[in-house]
């Protein structure tokens, strides 16, 4: 599916404002989406404003009274009475399920341009994005065909990543190259449009398959795969366990690898030993940690090779850093990360130091990094 | 700090659709923020389409180059080719300083509008915004003044909240409420605005306090506090210390805990039990899983014992339940979340159920609701 975007609007929560950015969105576009403005408060607004913009009236819907009703039965609650205004819609338009969600949202036209309501809680607009808009987009798609892939790459930075892929990125070209990043994580777009849907995809698949060749090892997946799921089903194929000690990541590594559903699968456990004491009950000798410091290359190996045991997993994960604002010195600076990984008898430790003084971005690297060094390790 | 906000545009990369975007938004405001597109890449669009719009050239900065090297040097790395481009500003605008990436944002002038740009990795766009565009915005208002504060809260829905507010939420009022959710936590922005300062903010404070009253303990902090940091200050403030024993929630309190600088003055440590063994393995009788199932009240009671006693803190918390998709069962069914909370020698428990099917909501909204029975417990 692929579609041309011809720009965003965040409109402040005023009627007269949001039927102004209607008008000219029109103009611009076979198809608006309107996110947010759904929900049972008075700033809620986009029921108003899209049914005075199509000059229609809002008709109140008992079906879906009933069940935003019974979504509340089902939490044991009542429903509040401002909770009623989500039943109403504007006369003509087509309901849109919320399956998550008490606010459906629904699907109205004005002339040749459709407009698409849905909340903007993020989970409810994403499922309801993919399972009632994207189909509808489809039907209305015409011209030239456009088809994107993602793909997503760690290890290396933006700009290293695109001297890399040197004229691959220039503007204009087709297959077109964009370029976002998130927490390290680098996400390559690439956009084709050719005549035929078929040509597109071809000339999409050559260019994949040269961004491929070109960046190796640093592509970890295509899509929506993240990290974590990249690495879980991984565990999975090779029939591993995993468990983690983490001090300075606090817990990320073990939130990220759980929020793949299935995880219990390879995942055991892990031990957040955040305080020396809490090392120490892991069975790191307190006579390394004053000898080499809790964050160092020893402490990082032993946490590893313990949680592992400890868990009967065959892989162990353990990491140790500063992720500041304090507790960093000359020798260890604030970003020096030690991550420990034992795979069944090999142990190995690599040093980081990220150069961010982030605390949320230094923690959400390092994080990254431990899942990249199992991914690694793994695919040989 | 207030202004109006005229609105936002999220704006394709192709020079011409930003010129355009950047004329359509003079006409609107004072001040355009421009986030993003100021990376190494060729998709990375603002300098020149700034340039273009002003009609300057693009100056190239020897001593930012000279900063961004270094940054690249810190980090042990060489500078790529691409990067030297992030030294080139329109002519005649200042640069803003970006302590944390190597992009610098500027800050233009077209008559008498101000264009600034910031980059869009968020960690760095906050942090400019907060250092370099707010104290600029404070030289420019003019006309009535604008206050603002936000309150959060946790603990009922968003038509709850409204319900309760009544009256005090309706359009048009002065101070004006609004009403944003994000992961069960409701956040409250009240806006009041009038001839001068003092007077406006005598409006808000009186708001402030009527919303408090009407609240009371939903509302968990002012500002841009986060519940994880209201709960960090009052463990320190009590000379508390807290350990966790977490299950379906995988890590996610412990790592909302550890992302507040300072948190080992009272975080020791967690457990994330994931499988049954690691439950067993922190002392959790087999015959009690056996008997009642790994989620349910009694495991999640023993579970927040023994995580204290093992860590030696006199708080403990135990996280059990079922996240999904799959686990359910007519009786214990998804969304269903048991709680136990340790505090020295009382032990409760509490049985949630959330109505949402979607995982990440489900394990974010019980890791909120473990913190906020700890803030509710330690506000008596």
Redesign the interface.
Known sequence: MGI??????????DQE?IIR?LGQACELCDLIIVTGGL?????DLTRQAVAAFLDVELEFNKSILDIINA?FQ????T?????RSQALFPAGSEVLDN????APGFWSRHGDVSIAAVPG?P?EMK?MFRNQIVPRIQLLEKGDVFVSAKLRCFGA????I??KLGGL???GRNPLI??T?GSGDIVLHVIAHAKNKTEAAEMLEKDMSLVHNVLGGLVYAEGEQSLPAVVGKLLKQHHHTIA?A?SC???????M???I????DY?????????N??KI?LGIPEQLIIDHGAVSEQVASVMAENVAR???ANIGVGITGIA???GGTEEKPVGLVYIGLQIDDTNTVEKC?????????I?SVAAMTALNMVRLRLNI
């Not at 930075?157 to 290293?160: A, I, L, P, T």
């Not at 995942?267 to 305080?275: A, E, M, P």
């Open positions: 041309e975007t011809a720009g965003g609007w965040t409109v402040p929560d404002r950015t929900g049972p408060t008075d700033d979504f089902r939490r044991g609650k429903m509040a009475e401002k909770n399956p998550i969600g008490t809680v989970a499922l930075g933006e700009s290293d695109a001297q990125m220039i503007r964009n370029c990043c983690l983490e990541t606090g817990g990320i590594v073990s939130q690898i759980t929020d559903p299935g995880a219990s995942f055991l456990g892990s031990w957040v030993t955040y305080s004491d809490a009950q400890h868990f009967g500041g604002p304090g130091l990220f150069s961010s003084k982030n605390r949320q971005w923690r």
